[in-house]
């Protein structure tokens, strides 16, 4: 295997207003994140709203230039190429179906979109892209001609899925794309998710907050928390021993079946730091019950610890604390 995406030191700021008459606050939305993802690999990026998860996917798909930092396909920085180049090789699945398609155009035009502005093929040719695209996702070809407005949620994100397929990319970044859906139709996008994977030998980085379908769909796992990653490991190792105290904690914080159990307390609290006001020293210390004098004052890197794969980023695993950037 080879690393088609690479991040190195990716941080994007946000000014932010703080009032009338007041200084504008500085909004660390993600900072210095590193990333490797080898090809054909699943990404799944977790952690509470607000933890930079959708900054950084805009970031690899070229939307958001970064403050500082860059991203690599295969090799390139994206910054290198033009928006075609990036669109050809990368490729999003937004969260809403609803607002990510146009409820007028025909489910046919949406498709074949891409290839009109990449000018590739005939218009019979492109006609015929899309019904072959619509059938790999699961729609007949009679929708061609409907309207997305007519079409339900779960068949909006099946357009959305064969829009970003069509082009043959060798990336697909899903911003949460079953959370908008009804349970019942959410197994069926992931599996099909999958069998897409397979079938076009793709490379996924999927952005979630529920741990259920990135222990389903993932392969590596990086756990985000106030624009950091602070855990970082396959997937079956991370589920089964995780080691930062706030990946503990979210794992503590999914429902179970079980009758009599409850509602679980993850030990949180109520309250998400303010971003643009962040900790001193490590950012989770606040909530942590693990806390330790050094957690007030440094930052820890994220490093491997006791021989083991995968990294953390928290003191309890490192003798020497990283100082504070």
Do not use: W
Not at 109 to 128: K, N
């Amino acid at each position: 295997m080879s690393a088609l995406i690479e991040a190195e030191g990716l941080t994007r700021t946000f000014e932010v207003s703080a009032g009338m008459f007041k200084t504008k606050r500085l909004l660390h939305a993600v900072n210095g994140v590193d990333l490797v993802v080898e090809r054909g690999d699943v990404l799944g990026i977790v952690g509470e709203s607000g933890c930079g998860k959708s900054t950084l996917a805009r970031m690899l798909l070229g939307l958001v230039p970064p403050t500082h930092g860059t991203v690599r396909i295969d090799g390139i920085a994206l910054e290198r190429m033009d928006r075609r180049e990036r669109a050809r090789r990368v490729q999003p699945v937004f969260q809403d179906p609803y607002s990510s398609l146009n409820p007028r155009r025909t489910i046919q035009s949406i498709v074949e979109f891409p290839l009109v502005v990449h000018g590739i093929g005939t218009t019979a040719q492109r006609r015929d892209r899309a019904i072959e695209m619509l059938a790999r996702v699961g729609l007949p070809e009679r929708l061609a001609g409907h309207s997305a407005g007519q079409l339900s949620g779960g068949q909006r994100q099946r357009v959305a899925i064969a829009r970003a397929l069509v082009m043959n990319p060798e990336v697909v970044v899903c911003d949460e794309p079953t959370s908008a859906l009804d349970v019942s139709v959410q197994a069926q996008i992931l599996n099909l998710l999958m069998d897409l994977k397979r079938e076009f030998n793709l490379t996924y980085v999927f952005i979630s907050h529920n741990l259920a379908v990135v222990e389903h769909i993932a392969t590596q796992v990086a756990v985000m928390y106030l624009g950091r990653i602070v855990e970082f490991n396959d997937a079956p190792s991370l589920f089964a021993a995780p080691r930062h105290p706030y990946t503990r904690a979210l794992l503590a914080s999914v429902l179970t079946p079980e009758p009599g159990l409850g509602i679980p307390d993850m030990g949180l609290g109520l309250s998400f730091p303010d971003p643009t006001r962040p900790p001193s020293g490590c950012g989770f210390h606040p909530r942590c019950s693990q806390r330790m004098q050094v957690c007030d004052n440094r930052v820890p890197g994220l490093s491997a610890c006791d021989g083991a794969a995968g990294k953390v980023a928290c003191h309890l695993y490192t003798e020497i604390p990283a100082t504070q950037p």
